[in-house]
C-alpha cells in the first residue's frame, strides 16, 4: 500500500511541478494560443491557395492554358511529396532572416503553403463531384465560366467537401507541433521549454498531449454541428 501511495504522490509531485511553480499552466496557455492562431491564418491561407490551384487546373484542362496546370501539379507534388519538416526549414530560412520576424506569420505562412496543395486537391474533388449540367445550365442562364463557377459550381461543392476540409484543419493543429524547429513556441515547444526546467519532460509532454486532444475534439464536435445544421437546412 505505501509503495501504490508514493507512486501517485510521486506522480502529482511530478504533474505538479510542471503546471504550477513559477506559473507554468501559462506557458501552456500561451502555447495553445499560438497554435490555434497559426493554425487559423493556416487555414485561411491554405484556403485562398488551394481555391486558387483548384480552379486553374480545372479550368486549365478546358482551356489552351496548360502550362498553368502543369505549375499547379508541381506544386502540389512537390508539396505532397517532401516532409513537412523539411519544408519548414527551407521556407524559414529562405525568407525570415530577420530575427524580428513575427513567429504567428512564420507559422502560418509556412503552414498555409504545405495545407494549400491538400486543400486544392480537396476542392478540385468536390468541384469534379458536381454535375456537369450545373455548369451548362449557369452558362445558358448568361453568366461566364468565372461566374458559374463561383454562383453555382463552389457554393455546392463546398458542402461536400466541408467534412474533408474539417479533417485537414484538424490535422493542421496536430501538424503545428513541428513549428518548433523554427523556435515557434507553440504547445510542443512550451512542453519541452518546461520539461528543461523541471529535469521531467514527460509529464509536460502529457499536458501538451492532452491540450492537443481537447482542441480536436472541441473542434470536431463544432465542425459536427455544422454539418446537422446544413444536412437540416437541405432537407427543409
Avoid at 513549428?179 to 499536458?207: C, F, H, M, W
Amino acid at each position: 500500500m505505501n509503495i501504490v501511495t508514493g507512486w501517485f504522490t510521486e506522480i502529482y509531485n511530478s504533474f505538479y511541478r510542471a503546471i504550477v511553480p513559477d506559473r507554468r499552466y501559462l506557458a501552456y496557455l500561451n502555447g495553445i494560443k499560438v497554435t490555434l492562431l497559426i493554425s487559423f491564418f493556416a487555414i485561411l491561407l491554405g484556403i485562398a491557395i488551394g481555391v486558387i490551384v483548384a480552379v486553374v487546373k480545372v479550368t486549365a484542362k478546358e482551356s489552351r492554358m496548360k502550362w498553368l496546370k502543369a505549375i499547379c501539379d508541381l506544386y502540389i507534388t512537390v508539396i505532397r511529396g517532401t516532409p513537412l519538416m523539411v519544408q519548414l526549414l527551407i521556407i524559414y530560412n529562405l525568407i525570415f532572416t530577420s530575427r524580428n520576424t513575427s513567429e504567428i506569420a512564420v507559422g502560418a505562412i509556412c503552414f498555409g503553403i504545405n495545407s494549400g496543395a491538400y486543400v486544392a486537391e480537396i476542392i478540385r474533388a468536390g468541384i469534379d463531384s458536381i454535375d456537369r449540367g450545373q455548369m451548362e445550365a449557369g452558362r445558358s442562364l448568361g453568366l461566364n465560366y468565372m461566374q458559374t463557377m463561383r454562383l453555382i459550381i463552389m457554393p455546392q461543392a463546398i458542402k461536400n467537401i466541408l467534412p474533408a476540409l474539417g479533417n485537414e484543419f484538424i490535422t493542421l493543429i496536430k501538424e503545428t507541433s513541428v513549428a518548433s524547429v523554427i523556435a515557434v513556441t507553440e504547445v510542443t515547444k512550451a512542453a519541452q521549454y518546461i520539461g528543461s526546467r523541471t529535469y521531467d519532460v514527460l509529464p509536460p509532454l502529457i499536458i501538451a498531449a492532452a491540450c492537443y486532444l481537447i482542441m480536436v475534439v472541441g473542434l470536431s464536435k463544432l465542425l459536427g454541428n455544422i454539418e446537422r445544421r446544413m444536412a437540416r437546412s437541405d432537407r427543409n
